[in-house]
């Protein structure tokens, strides 16, 4: 990767955050659901990948339940994933990703939901198949899931507040 550092979130980050990810989608929509995100207190892990001394690229991972006959399982939704339009294609969205996914299995999480192209997120091993069974207002063709040993593969997911006001 292009000389960047990925390192957690940190409070002092978030006007950096909002703008950076506004400057990823050239719009504010995704900004503002990561700030109500973490206003909400549902972010499970957020990582920036700082260059040059700012902000290059950021992930975050919420909360998300998937509720099934009588049982609750506590999953994560990747949303939003951005990279600086300067920096793209530097491998700066994959050592997010990546990093990501090293922390989150190794705090126990068992599934990662996440909504894009599959040609993209195929190369973390998300794949269609886990993801097909589950009822959501999401449900659909870019909806994939990555588990990490045994996890729920039916139930509806209910993501984090935020989602609800998009
Ligand atoms: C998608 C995004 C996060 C990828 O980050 P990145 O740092 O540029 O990606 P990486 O350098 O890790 O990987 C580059 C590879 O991803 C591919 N890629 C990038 N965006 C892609 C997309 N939207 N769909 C499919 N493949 C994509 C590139 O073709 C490249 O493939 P290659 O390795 O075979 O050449 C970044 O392009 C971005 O911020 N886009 C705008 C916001 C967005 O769409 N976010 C995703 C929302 S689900």
Do not use: N
């Not at 929509?29 to 902000?55: I, M, P, T």
């Not at 996440?114 to 195929?122: C, E, H, I, Q």
């Amino acid at each position: 990767m292009s000389g960047a550092i990925v390192r957690t979130a940190q409070t002092g980050d978030r006007s950096a955050i909002h703008a950076l990810v506004e400057r990823a989608f050239g719009q504010a929509l995704e900004a503002d659901l990561v700030d109500r995100l973490a206003a909400d207190g549902d972010v499970v892990l957020e990582l920036v990948a700082e260059k040059d001394g700012g902000l290059a690229g950021h992930v975050l991972f919420s909360r998300l339940i998937i509720e099934g006959d009588g049982v609750s399982c506590a999953a994560v939704a990747l949303a939003p994933l951005g990279v600086d339009p300067d920096s793209q294609r530097t491998g700066i969205g994959a050592a997010l990703v990546e990093e990501a996914h090293r922390r989150l299995e190794a705090a126990g999480e068992k599934l990662s939901v996440v909504l894009g192209d599959p040609a993209y997120y195929s190369r973390f091993g998300y794949r269609r198949g886990p993801a097909e069974g589950f009822s959501s207002d999401y449900q659909c063709d870019a909806l994939q899931a990555l588990a990490w040993g045994v996890a729920p593969t039916a139930g509806r997911l209910v993501y984090a507040h935020a989602f609800a006001v998009l």
